[in-house]
């Protein structure tokens, strides 16, 4: 669990400098290609991608040793790390309503933290494996179907379909059962990982650049939580502490009800008034 709220303030800090960089970049034209070169030029951004690959460690860290549901319920959590931060960094101000749903997020963690056994024993088959190769390729599908669609049901598709493919990746860390090359180069639960994760961040650059940040935010949360959590419980013997099935399934729910409430925050936004 530590491990998985590094991960969570990892990702939840580096959203928040990479906005001060691509705000400190934004004004000297030449379209997206052109902000990406100017902002990688800054430390902050860096600094954020740095925190992204450490943030990745840690999560892989955490999924090796916690069932997924409390994982994936700690990364949906990196929301309120990025509210947080944005309010001290870029002053953006949190609503009541904000600040209570950092609150109750914190809560359903501790809940979680509690009610968290080992992760489950079982052995993820081949049918598994293969099973998520192609859900992974079916997101690249569906961003190919969400680009054709406008507003805000291009950015919920678009959100959900990278919630998918980080959910393929949570999934997939589990499924990788040797690091002996020989084996890991034929495992499909690699190469799941790899076409799941590239897949997600195109899905959900594409949804932020051209669509809602809330709706993208909200889908992608439900894409990466409901669904790993289940295949976890179902197929690879995750489970709770005994008699606190009832607390995990609480914390669950109450981590990633908050998380939504806090969507907006999955770009940290660019200024006060745009907040």
Known sequence: MVCALAAALCFGTATVLQAVA???AGDGGGGEAALLL???RQWRYVAGLGLDGLGFVFQILALRSLPIYAVSAALA????VTAVVAARLLRVRLSGLEWSAVGVVCAGLAMLGLASGPEGGRAGSDALKYAMLATAVGVLLLGLVGGR???????LLLGLGAGFGFGVVEVS????DTLRPAGLFTDPALYALLVGGGGAF???TSALQRGSVTTATAG??????IGPAAVGVVWLGDRTREGLA???VLGFTVAVVGALALARFGEAPEDEAEA
Not at 149 to 155: D, E, V
Not at 173 to 176: F, I, Q, S
Request: charged share 20%.
């Open 22 to 24: 691509a705000r400190a």
């Open 38 to 40: 100017r902002a990688v």
């Open 77 to 80: 959590s990196s929301l309120a």
């Open 149 to 155: 669609l406008s507003g805000r049901g291009r950015a």
């Open 173 to 176: 860390v589990r499924l990788v």
């Open 202 to 204: 195109l899905l959900l």
């Open 220 to 225: 992608m949360v439900i894409g990466e939580t």
């Open 246 to 248: 009832w607390l995990g």
